[in-house]
């Protein structure tokens, strides 16, 4: 017997609810890191990004090997696996 479920849209939650903050995304490929000034629903972006290429111990205030990218950066949301505010 299927158990019928329901899904509740909560407003500004998810990413909408960083907006402003320093983020992390976390895709197959690669770490980024800036702040989070808009989202859509094909795209996040994010100013003083960087992008990251080794995190080192998620204990530091620090990534490892983080890289400043030059100017704003649009990441694809199909692409995301994880977000959050991570070493801040």
Known sequence: MKKLTEVVEVEN???V???GQ????????????????GVNDTCVLLT???IVYQTGPWSETKYEDEQQLPTALYVQTASIEAFGVLNA
């Open 22 to 37: 320093r983020i992390t995304v976390m895709c197959a490929n690669y770490f980024y890191t800036g702040i989070l000034e």
């Open 48 to 50: 003083a990004p960087s």
């Open 17 to 19: 609810s960083l907006l």
């Open 13 to 15: 939650e998810g990413l």
